[in-house]
């Protein structure tokens, strides 16, 4: 028997939405240094672009390439999909990275009290635009996208999907319902592809990333001297068994597993936790 964790993707086309991003760059630089060619779909075609040149620069077995893709549009989803074909051939693995909270659909307060002060927006003040547009963003743009690239891996071998899930989705963190809701029905939808796909050969899992500092939320975490903990970072913090933040390199060896044939053959439906025990921490 081979030895199933030495990842060799060589021959693989791997599609990755959100791929402009942290995790999902870090991601796909790895798909292809294991021999995929990497198809990096983003609404920012810059920044797709940009990590393709990066992983082509670095002398990685795989070709890149970036695409303009709105994961909320059929047509640009099908557009990129015929350009990928054209280049790399079909989609082997998805990868569902694509997704995001939004300002409108975020309280100010953790909980609601009687007396809050006049500035303060509170549940009631949700935007109900917003709230769409976050549910829209990570629901829809996982299930737009694996309506069109998961129908020809379908009776293909080692053809799988994989979504972005998020800690929210097993415990809601408060101030952002719907970021959290919209996760939680990212778990609930990668088993249900598991289930659907089952009998074509279509594997489909999630990763649930726990808390990595970005650009996007280095500024709720930290102070203005991006060192001090403000009082919800030290909270993660506390509530994180390792005691640290999460790395975008931790995500990688998980996904790579999951994707990978020879060692996740029996796989299916499960949403892998990369959180460092947060989600198995009661806080007591």
Same mark, same amino acid.
């Given at each position: 028997?081979?030895?199933?964790?030495?990842? %060799? /993707?060589?021959?693989?086309?791997?599609?990755?939405t +959100? $791929? =402009? #991003?942290?995790?999902?760059?870090?991601? !796909?630089?790895?798909?292809?240094?294991?021999?995929?060619?990497?198809?990096?779909?983003?609404?920012?075609?810059?920044?797709?672009?940009?990590?393709?040149?990066?992983?082509?620069?670095?002398?990685?077995?795989?070709?890149?390439?970036?695409y303009?893709?709105?994961?909320?549009?059929?047509?640009?989803?099908?557009?990129?999909?015929?350009?990928?074909?054209? %280049? /790399?051939?079909?989609?082997?693995i998805?990868?569902? +990275? $694509? =997704? #995001?909270?939004?300002?409108?659909?975020? !309280?100010?307060?953790?909980?609601?009290?009687?007396?809050?002060?006049?500035?303060?927006?509170s549940f009631?003040?949700?935007?109900?635009?917003?709230?769409?547009?976050?549910?829209?963003?990570?629901?829809?743009?996982?299930?737009?996208?694996?309506?069109?690239?998961?129908?020809?891996?379908?009776?293909?071998?080692?053809?799988?999907?994989?979504?972005?899930?998020?800690?929210?989705?097993?415990?809601?963190?408060?101030?952002?319902?719907?970021?959290?809701?919209?996760?939680?029905?990212?778990?609930?939808?990668?088993?249900?592809?598991?289930?659907?796909?089952?009998?074509?050969?279509?594997?489909?899992?999630?990763?649930?990333?726990?808390?990595?500092?970005?650009?996007?939320?280095?500024?709720?975490?930290?102070?203005?001297?991006?060192?001090?903990?403000?009082?919800?970072?030290?909270?993660?913090?506390?509530?994180?068994p390792?005691?640290?933040?999460?790395?975008?390199?931790?995500?990688?060896?998980?996904?790579?597993?999951?994707?990978?044939?020879?060692?996740?053959?029996?796989?299916n439906?499960?949403?892998?936790?990369?959180?460092?025990?947060?989600?198995?921490?009661?806080?007591?």
């Amino acid at each position: 028997m081979a030895n199933p964790f030495v990842h %060799d /993707f060589t021959g693989k086309t791997v599609v990755l939405t +959100g $791929a =402009g #991003g942290v995790i999902i760059s870090k991601i !796909a630089e790895s798909f292809a240094q294991a021999g995929a060619n990497v198809a990096l779909l983003d609404l920012n075609e810059e920044a797709a672009n940009k990590v393709a040149e990066e992983i082509n620069a670095s002398g990685a077995a795989g070709k890149a390439a970036g695409y303009l893709c709105n994961v909320l549009e059929l047509e640009s989803i099908q557009a990129a999909h015929d350009a990928i074909k054209a %280049d /790399f051939g079909p989609c082997d693995i998805l990868v569902n +990275g $694509a =997704g #995001g909270n939004n300002p409108r659909a975020t !309280a100010d307060n953790e909980f609601h009290e009687v007396d809050l002060p006049e500035d303060t927006k509170s549940f009631f003040d949700l935007d109900p635009a917003g709230v769409e547009f976050v549910f829209n963003l990570n629901f829809l743009g996982t299930l737009l996208p694996t309506q069109v690239f998961a129908k020809e891996m379908v009776g293909r071998e080692g053809a799988n999907i994989i979504n972005v899930s998020s800690m929210n989705a097993f415990t809601p963190l408060t101030k952002i319902p719907a970021y959290s809701g919209a996760k939680a029905a990212i778990s609930n939808f990668t088993q249900w592809l598991a289930v659907h796909f089952s009998h074509v050969g279509v594997r489909c899992n999630a990763i649930a990333p726990g808390f990595l500092v970005s650009n996007q939320n280095i500024d709720l975490m930290f102070e203005a001297d991006h060192e001090t903990l403000k009082p919800r970072g030290e909270k993660i913090i506390r509530n994180t068994p390792m005691g640290r933040f999460g790395e975008a390199e931790e995500m990688v060896g998980p996904t790579l597993f999951l994707a990978d044939e020879k060692a996740a053959s029996f796989v299916n439906g499960v949403v892998l936790p990369i959180d460092g025990g947060f989600s198995a921490y009661s806080g007591v």
